[in-house]
Structure formats: C-alpha cells, structure tokens
C-alpha cells in the first residue's frame, strides 16, 4: 500500500510539474471508499488551476475521477479505491461503545475514519433530504440513519413514522417497537400518515410538549408528492416549516429535488442535505442547494456528501445488511439493550 500510494503521489506532482504548477504532496489519508492527498501550492497559484487539472490526474493514476477542492489552506486531491472497504453499521456501533446523545443518528465515517453522526434535534439540522441517483445507496442510508436512532434511542423518547410508496425501502423496519402504526405504503396511506401528523403537531404546541420525538421518514418523496396531490405537498410544508417545536423531523429521500416536484418552499426547510452520485454539476447543485460540491464525481453505492451551514464533509456511509436488520429488529422487539455483543 505505501509503494502504491508513494506512486499516486509522484504521479500527482508530475502532473502539476508538466503545466507548470509548483506543488507537492505533503500528506493525507486513507478512508474506506478513497485517497485523498493534500496538495501544497506556492501563493500565487489559483485553485482552479489545480482543479482543472482532475481528468489529466485521474488518467494518470488510471482511476475514474478524481475530486478536487481547498480545505484547511491546503489543495485536496480525492481518489477513488480500486477496491473499497465495506462500513458495516454494528461494528461501527461497538466503536461508539453503544451510545450516542439523543436523537442523534449513525450515518457512517467521515473524510478522517471517525463515526458521523447527526443529532436531529439540534436547531442546525431539524430535517435531512437525502438526494441522488438510482444505485448512490440513498435508500440504504435512509434506512441505516433510521435503524440507528432505533439502535440509540428507546422507543419512550423517540417513536418514528414510515412513507414508503413503492413498498421497497423500508419494509425491513417494519418490526421496529418504535414504530408507530403500520409502514404506509400507498400515496393515501401516506397522505393520511401526514394529516395525522400536523394534527399531533398541533396538539403538542397547544400544549407545549415536544416529546416523545417523532421521526418521519419518507422513501421517494418525488412519488409521493406526485400521487398524493397539493394536500401532501401542505401538509410536508407545514411539518418541515412548525415542526421543530413539537419534536416532529422529517427524514426525506428523492433522485433529484428539482423545483418541479419538490417546491423551493419545501427544500428550504431541508437544512441539511445527504448527497450521494448525481448525473451533473447542475443536478449537483439543485441536490445540495450550494454550487461547486463536486457530487457528479462521487462513486455511488454509499459515496456521500453531508452538506450544512455552508459546509461540506465527505463520507462513506454505513451499511446495514439484510441479517443485521432482521437480528436488530428481533432484539429490539424482545427488551434487548440498544447494543448487540459481537455483532457484524
């Protein structure tokens, strides 16, 4: 591994030295899903220079694409792995020592191997929308952010309510003790998930309560706002705009947020975006809501953007497989603790 990152380095520098960028790599680190090198440039050298430069890069080291970006007063370099490590949910758990504050959620690693999590109940975050194409892994997050507040939080503090309209994505939490009625699998059963919703919204802040906290998780919001008409659209308007108050959070998953299914009025109550492999640097831009994230050249099947306040953090996402979530759901339903010994 040192010989071959040793390699991509000088690869790097040969690069720049062949347009006459004066630049060296000085250091990095190695996640699950890729490389990224720090670039070190005299002054006077623009970003875009450097930046221009990604395809010339990715030919040379024989990769796909590479991303680059400042951060830290250094020049990025991001280079996909030709064989990517797994990030399994449970043992990732055990590093948290099965604990976590509340109404937090696992999401995976970070740019620098350390658990991400991201606490709901925090004025910054409040509601996610987790954007990208058909094999970016948007569902499989979705399902791990929900499984691990279920993992975290027991179900007296934090209950969670399914809209799943094509019936595929969240079938597997059914089981969960956290749930609260069946998983809605139809635009109706959904729309009346959501009416039920902002009429227990109301009631919490008539009577200033803001507990247990309620989950709302949605696979393809897109479909369902098409299906269920103007009166889902307000419904999930007043969720995402009064819901914070009352302890109501609104996870949500789409392919691509565009103003013509998902209204302007709607993604701005989507404080923080989860974005995984979009088709351009345009649906880039209409998925995380800020130009320049560099999400086109993510590498799917978990490759993420966590995208807040301005800020963007690269990660690769936890997975939880088929047996994980069965054996999780089965302890939780039987009084287990939120942790389970030896898993993964």
């Not at 948007?138 to 399914?162: D, E, I, Q, Y």
């Not at 959070?249 to 013509?260: D, E, F, G, N, Y």
């Not at 086109?296 to 990660?315: S, Y």
């Amino acid at each position: 591994m040192r010989r071959r990152l040793e390699m991509q380095a000088d690869r790097i520098e040969a690069v720049l030295a062949s347009h006459k960028v004066q630049g060296r790599v000085w250091g990095g680190a190695v996640t699950p899903r890729f490389i990224r090198f720090q670039v070190m440039t005299s002054l006077d050298t623009r970003v875009n220079r450097v930046s221009g430069l990604s395809e010339e890069i990715a030919l040379s080291l024989g990769v796909p694409a590479t991303r680059i970006y400042r951060q830290n007063g250094a020049i990025q370099v991001e280079v996909p792995r030709s064989e990517p490590d797994v990030v399994r949910l449970l043992p990732l758990c055990r590093r948290l020592g099965g604990e976590a504050p509340p109404g937090a959620a696992l999401l995976g690693v970070d740019e620098e191997g350390m658990p991400l999590l991201v606490r709901l109940s925090s004025p910054d975050v409040v509601h996610i929308l987790v954007a990208g194409t058909t094999g970016s892994g948007k569902t499989a997050l979705a399902r791990t952010l929900l499984l691990s507040l279920a993992l975290f939080n027991r179900p007296a503090g934090l209950r969670l309510v399914l809209i799943d309209p094509k019936g595929r994505g969240f079938g597997p939490l059914a089981g969960l003790p956290h749930l609260l009625g069946r998983v809605a699998t139809s635009a109706a059963e959904g729309a009346l998930a959501l009416e039920w919703l902002v009429g227990e919204m109301e009631r919490r802040d008539r009577e200033e309560v803001s507990t247990p906290e309620l989950v709302v998780g949605i696979d393809e919001l897109a479909d369902l706002l098409v299906t269920g008409g103007k009166e889902v659209e307000r419904s999930l308007i007043r969720l995402a705009q009064r819901g914070r108050e009352a302890g109501v959070h609104l996870v949500a998953c789409t392919q691509k947020p565009s103003a013509a299914v998902v209204s302007g009025l709607l993604k701005a109550n989507f404080p923080v975006r989860l974005v995984g492999s979009v088709a351009s640097p345009e649906d880039a831009k209409v998925a995380s809501g800020i130009a320049g994230t560099g999400a086109e050249k993510l590498m799917g099947r978990g490759d993420f953007l966590l995208v807040a306040r301005g800020e963007v953090v690269r990660f690769q996402a936890a997975y939880a497989a088929q047996e994980d979530v069965e054996r999780v759901v089965a302890m939780l339903r039987g009084g287990g603790q939120a942790m389970i010994e030896g898993a993964g």
